[in-house]
């Protein structure tokens, strides 16, 4: 596979990338983004901290250990209290047919990626347009049926590829980050990405946000008015030094949206759960690749 060099410093062009501003049965419909994040890749050849082949590797087995504890029966998880299957090392969402949900579906996306680089033998229940299982208990039920078994076994064997399709979502974050943030928040956030992708580190915890709670655009993805994703913790972010002051400071930040996302969240849904894991997962992005 051709090396992805994940390059963080990127201009201040803001390109025409908005969130949606309707609301069809399908809002944030991820299969027809793919081509988006392609197209932001292409545009983008910035300059900075490329993580070489060792450090590549490492991301993905932590966003593996931080979704699932790097389990291949976590490969295929449904999360009690969801509406919606998590695939892949990075958990990716899956919506059943006729489930309008606030979350950024990712799975259809992944997908497409896949299809775009030449990738043969992906599972035959994998394409289709929708999750087959209504719920959690017949997603349960299933679970060890030939079909949820060879879509393990496929994912196991492409975890270089899941990899470079959350890298590269990620290095299509920041363009949209910008063309979304309020005007008077953009230098700050350009900033305050910049300092933490100086380490490799930092780049690591840019790559994993963005897989683990989303860019932020997207205005369905908000509690209060407030949200969670990473243009939400960049600017939530104190000015600080370039390097590991930033990454801890990014980890904080984090941990600071999280803790105000539980706090606004709908108490039926019971979030302050994973508090906890939320913040062991944080606190990774403070510590050495």
């Not at 803001?14 to 027809?32: G, K, L, N, Y």
């Not at 896949?114 to 992906?122: E, M």
């Not at 347009?129 to 049926?145: E, G, I, K, M, V």
């Not at 969670?228 to 002051?245: E, F, I, K, P």
Request: with cysteine; hydrophobic share 35%; glycine share 8%.
């Amino acid at each position: 596979m051709q090396e992805l060099r994940f390059t963080l410093a990127v201009s201040l062009l803001v390109i025409s990338c908005s969130p949606d501003q309707a609301t069809p049965q399908r809002p944030v419909r991820e299969s027809s983004r793919a081509a988006t994040v392609q197209e932001d890749m292409a545009q983008n050849r910035p300059g900075g901290v490329t993580l070489n082949g060792a450090q590549r590797k490492s991301v993905g087995m932590k966003i593996w250990q931080n979704e699932s504890g790097a389990t291949v029966s976590g490969l295929t998880h449904w999360n009690e209290g969801e509406e919606f299957p998590s695939l892949g090392i990075g958990h990716f969402i899956w919506y059943p047919g006729g489930f309008n949900g606030r979350w950024t579906e990712t799975w259809p996306q992944f997908i497409r990626f896949a299809q775009t680089k030449g990738i043969r033998g992906i599972p035959a229940i994998a394409l289709l347009p929708d999750c087959p299982w209504p719920d959690r208990r017949a997603f349960l039920r299933n679970f060890n049926t030939a079909e949820i078994a060879g879509l393990r076994r496929w994912l196991s064997s492409c975890i270089e590829l899941q990899t470079e399709f959350i890298m590269a979502k990620s290095r299509a974050a920041l363009p949209r980050i910008l063309a979304s943030a309020p005007p008077s928040h953009r230098a700050h956030i350009k900033a305050s990405y910049d300092k933490v992708a100086s380490t490799p580190n930092g780049t690591y915890a840019l790559i994993d946000y963005v897989n683990f709670k989303g860019d932020g655009t997207n205005p369905r993805e908000r509690y209060n008015g407030e949200g969670w994703g990473l243009m939400w913790v960049l600017m939530d972010m104190r000015t600080v030094s370039a390097g590991q002051d930033a990454a801890r400071e990014f980890a904080a930040a984090a941990k600071r949206r999280l803790d105000l996302r539980v706090r606004n969240s709908p108490p039926e849904r019971g979030e302050k759960r994973w508090t906890a894991g939320w913040h062991n997962r944080c606190n990774t992005y403070a510590q050495p690749l």
